[in-house]
């Protein structure tokens, strides 16, 4: 999946992408960072009318605790509409849902329908029809409903395949939709088909296409054999074709869901010890009066006993005991970064050679403190420096790979490295000049073919040492650390001075391997420095997601 902006550019003034969580037809969704740290979800609005702009504005003030906060509507420099939003850390319900195939627990699914039915009710009480209402749209945070995108969905075209583009999954679509007909009845029509989902796992009316569904929604009666009894007449009146027909606002539909849910069974109270009383008993309550009683006060009391009676004072009454509904909370769980499998060979390929292109500019603006500090006019040295920093800085990218920054250590990837640092090893040989005809620099030598250890290279035997020294030095040091952590995708921070200071830590151990007639050990070193700066400055990064909230424990004293 590939996104307009990538981690660290800053589209919108003020804040900064992190990375991008979602697209669809309404355009594009990033998780980013404001200037003052706060996190948000930045939604790219594309092709989006002045008439749904205005429906936008008039949400901005919305504020309840089952819907996603609107912080603000903001315009780039390109006229690109963005939408600021409070980012919910957390799963869909849709994806819960995906892992209860038959359904949720009735408590459960009555718990989040009463949530999403308050968030709904308060959108109609302010004039705004959500009008795609879906478990995709729906959020779980700490175990906190929240309901999002309100306001945001396009208007219908005329035609059926046009709508259902424009406003994604038919499932949920009243029939009234296809006529263009948008009020609060679409809204109880599609929390009636979630409700049915929650209960059952299953929507009202599948097909094969489209069309089919559509066609089911308009015509077809709604299967609720698998409903449980209580809640078949209520989702049976939510999904009424004639809107007049439904639920009148979604406070009555929540009210009948509420007496649907089953009660649960009370336990019998404790036999309390038997003894003699008197036979007048108290005229019974009306049931009205009994049904407002408490279970407590219920309890059956004996009545007055003759004091030349002598009895044991009687058992104090126990209450009933009455079993808590107890509601699984759904576990927050974290957005992982799009795996290297899911990534096709192309987006890879892309990423990979937009950070290679990048890396020269970073080794150049590594190589200027270097000169001011230095004070090194000689441009033949600073090029060879420069050549030498980016050369490794591209070996450090294509040895890495899709490694990520737990992956476990292999003397291939190791192997790999060494051989990537070796070549750098023959260009820096390269570059210091010692390939090439030289027989004026040896007299006494015969210029020929056997004058030379590899004839066909243009080799002298006393550069042998050079170009033995250069190729050990960088293919140990680049085969001795795990370069590939640095450079990793999911690594714990975008640039960390760590991976510098462990090759400057390896490049003076193997000191001993430098070919010290060719130069200072600096040439060596400070290249490997710039080139781990270049490499994790290019690479993209996705932030490791916050730490879960801890869990509270009751403690019983």
């Not at 029509?189 to 299953?202: I, P, S």
């Not at 009545?303 to 927050?332: C, G, H, R």
């Not at 990218?397 to 490694?403: I, V």
């Not at 040896?442 to 006393?462: D, Q, S, T, V």
């Amino acid at each position: 999946m590939r996104f307009t902006y990538r981690s660290g550019e800053r589209p919108l003034a003020g804040y900064t992408v992190k990375r991008g969580v979602g697209k669809g037809g309404f355009g594009e969704v990033y998780f980013a960072v404001s200037d003052s740290g706060k996190e948000v979800a930045l939604k790219l609005l594309r092709g989006s009318s002045d008439i749904e702009l205005r429906g936008v504005a008039n949400c901005l003030n919305l504020k309840h605790p089952n819907l996603v906060h609107i912080y603000d509507l903001k315009e780039d420099n390109h006229g690109d509409k963005w939408l600021v939003m409070e980012y919910v850390l957390g799963e869909s319900m849709a994806q819960v849902l995906d892992r209860h195939p038959n359904g949720l627990p009735v408590n459960l699914a009555v718990e989040w329908f009463q949530n999403l039915a308050r968030a709904v009710a308060y959108l109609h009480d302010h004039g705004v029809v959500h009008r795609d209402l879906k478990p995709a749209n729906i959020f779980l945070e700490h175990g906190s409903l929240k309901v999002g995108d309100y306001g945001l969905s396009k208007a219908m075209s005329q035609t059926n395949k046009q709508q259902t583009r424009t406003v994604g999954t038919v499932h949920f679509m009243a029939p009234e939709i296809s006529s263009g007909n948008y009020t609060k009845s679409i809204d109880i029509y599609a929390c009636g088909v979630m409700l049915q989902e929650m209960l059952t796992g299953k929507v009202p009316f599948d097909g094969e296409s489209d069309g089919e569904i559509l066609m089911k929604h308009l015509t077809a009666s709604p299967d609720l054999s698998a409903v449980p009894e209580p809640f078949r007449p209520v989702i049976a009146k939510a999904l009424d074709k004639n809107p007049l027909k439904r639920f009148a606002t979604m406070t009555e539909m929540a009210k009948a869901v509420d007496l649907a849910y089953p009660s649960e069974p009370v336990a019998p109270a404790p036999p309390v010890a038997r003894m003699h009383v008197a036979t007048e008993v108290p005229p019974p309550l009306p049931a009205s009066a009994s049904a407002t009683i408490p279970a407590a006060a219920a309890i059956p009391v004996a009545a007055e006993v003759p004091k030349a009676m002598p009895i044991a004072p009687p058992a104090s009454p126990v209450p009933p005991v009455v079993p808590l509904k107890t509601i699984p909370v759904a576990k927050p769980v974290a957005v992982d970064p799009p795996s290297a499998a899911s990534e096709s060979f192309r987006d890879r390929l892309v990423e990979r050679l937009g950070g290679m292109l990048q890396a020269p500019i970073v080794v150049a603006c590594g190589i200027l403190p270097w000169m001011a500090v230095t004070r090194t006019g000689d441009w033949a040295t600073i090029g060879k420096m420069s050549l030498v920093s980016l050369a490794l800085a591209w070996a450090v990218l294509l040895g890495a790979g899709r490694a990520k920054f737990k992956t476990s250590d292999s003397w291939g990837r190791r192997l790999r490295f060494a051989g990537l640092g070796a070549l750098v090893g023959l260009l820096a040989f390269w570059l210091e000049g010692w390939i090439g005809p030289t027989f004026d620099e040896f007299p006494e030598e015969n210029p020929n073919a056997n004058a030379y250890l590899f004839g066909w290279m243009n080799i002298p035997p006393k550069s042998v040492p050079v170009l033995s020294g250069y190729t050990l030095y960088f293919a140990c040091v680049l085969g001795a650390a795990r370069w590939w952590r640095a450079v990793a995708k999911d690594r714990k921070e975008r640039f960390s001075l760590f991976p510098p200071f462990v090759a400057a830590f390896w490049g003076g151990v193997l000191s001993f391997l430098w070919p010290w007639q060719a130069g200072n050990l600096e040439y060596g070193i400070i290249p490997l420095v710039l080139a781990t700066v270049a490499a994790q400055w290019v690479s993209p990064w996705v932030p490791p997601p916050p730490p879960p909230a801890k869990k509270l424990r009751w403690r019983s004293r």
